[in-house]
């Protein structure tokens, strides 16, 4: 179908509420990392009541910048989110480069990692699509390149998923609500049975605190806890599709990430009841080991398969939040302007989905997602700060700006956000300078592309 000349070209349709919008935030944040990543926190901590003690901390700032993000949100209710508070508080160009760095290697890195995940997982019930079954092995020059089972797995779920939310808004969040009650349904059957299982350790949340290096260790751990509460903000790339944003997005960032929170710390409840914090810090696969030790081989079995589900539909909620990130920047002529497309019939951002899911597949396919998202975690924490300082800019330099939804308990909260994240950033930046060098270097990249864009639009 196309456009016939005088009509008005298509626009996005406002058909998610806040069930919806609940539902993605839940989604976008239940991957991999409670199953997997939750043992770095042992690790760098141990010690049971600060194990739980930092889930809950982790928890209420994220919280902290929900309720950030929701005036923002409320504010500028359009396709895009983030991209439209950093254009909105310093100008088009930070904008651009918070759009820039997301489609080069943020969002597209994430929904590889995501992939990669997926397929190593599927690989153990399907051996086809096992890492260590090498498919092909193509020749270039001096070097060769090998696609495994894993990668296959990941692009095709990518493809899958990409041409779900290409058909419609409303049938890939149904599509992705329907993943996320089943996986939120498996992790709390879990946990229960967890909970009621006899236990096989006795931890002591208030035993003696460990010697030295205390803050240190804390810092560390915190930071496998954001990790694992990453994609809270999701929601508010779709606020251009919410019925009623001003009402529906702040309780959509709420109430999806008190979800989370419960269902982080139930699980580590249970955990503690299996292992020892030491045996929780030394397990890779911390949700298999726990429910083989508290159920047997079948409850591993069943882990494994809650992961698979986990990922899939953190995958379908990211894809389809992400995507809208590139659809104003296109229509600012700041990126490609294919990309600001919206399909006449389906009434979704065509072109920027199948460009991510591209961009992403092959980031899968090149195995260079992990390196590539290393080097600018430090970047996805400065657009944090500079977001939560957004709502500082926007007070004094719009007082009188329709606001539906201020943020609570200001200018603490935004406060205490802003420099978590800025805190997060410094870490980084100390522990991590060559990653962090390079990573600053793939943002500095955006500085000629954001002139050669606007070069040309006013050619």
Request: aromatic share 12%; hydrophobic share 55%; charged share 10%.
């Amino acid at each position: 179908m196309g456009e016939t000349k005088g009509t008005a070209p298509p626009s996005l349709v406002r058909g998610l509420g806040a069930w919806d919008g609940t539902l993605i935030t839940i989604g976008s944040v239940l991957g991999s990392a409670i199953f997997i990543a939750a043992s770095d926190v042992p690790r760098a901590v141990p010690h049971a009541g600060l194990v739980l003690l930092l889930w809950i901390l982790g928890g209420l700032l994220t919280m902290a910048g929900a309720l950030t993000y929701a005036e923002l949100g409320a504010m500028f209710p359009k396709a895009g989110g983030q991209y439209h508070f950093l254009k909105e508080a310093y100008g088009p160009f930070w904008g651009f480069l918070f759009g820039w760095a997301s489609f080069l290697v943020i969002m597209s890195g994430g929904l590889a990692a995501l992939a990669a995940g997926f397929g190593a997982y599927l690989g153990s019930f399907l051996p086809f699509f096992s890492t260590e079954n090498v498919l092909v092995v193509l020749p270039l020059g001096r070097w060769s390149w090998a696609v495994n089972g894993g990668q296959l797995a990941g692009a095709l779920a990518l493809a899958f998923l990409t041409a779900v939310n290409y058909v419609g808004v409303k049938q890939g969040a149904l599509f992705q609500n329907a993943l996320t009650l089943l996986k939120v349904g498996s992790i709390v059957v879990l946990a229960v049975a967890g909970l009621f299982a006899p236990a096989h350790a006795r931890p002591d949340l208030f035993a003696p605190l460990p010697a030295g290096g205390l803050l240190t260790a804390l810092g560390v751990g915190m930071i496998a806890v954001f990790w694992s509460y990453d994609g809270w903000y999701g929601v508010t790339n779709v606020a251009g599709e919410m019925r009623e944003p001003g009402r529906d997005l702040p309780r959509s960032l709420l109430r999806g990430t008190l979800a989370v929170m419960i269902l982080y710390l139930v699980t580590n409840a249970v955990y503690l009841r299996a292992l020892p914090v030491e045996d929780m810090a030394a397990s890779a696969r911390i949700g298999e080991r726990a429910a083989a030790v508290l159920f047997g081989p079948f409850g591993a079995q069943l882990v494994s398969a809650a992961v698979i589900l986990s990922i899939f539909g953190c995958l379908s909620s990211t894809i389809l939040w992400a995507a809208r990130i590139y659809l104003p920047m296109a229509e600012d002529r700041v990126f490609f302007r294919s990309l600001a497309r919206i399909h006449p019939r389906y009434r979704t951002p065509a072109t920027s989905i199948v460009a991510q899911g591209a961009w992403a597949i092959a980031l899968t396919f090149s195995g260079t997602y992990e390196q590539l998202f290393t080097y600018v975690i430090f970047a996805v924490f400065l657009f944090h700060a500079a977001t939560g300082a957004a709502v500082f800019v926007l007070r004094r330099a719009r007082p009188d700006a329709p606001r539906p939804y201020r943020v609570r308990a200001y200018p603490v909260l935004p406060l205490v956000f802003t420099l978590t994240s800025l805190a997060f950033v410094a870490n980084t930046l100390v522990e991590r300078p060559k990653e962090s060098g390079v990573g600053l270097l793939l943002l500095a990249l955006g500085v000629p592309a954001y002139l050669w864009w606007r070069r040309k639009e006013t050619a």
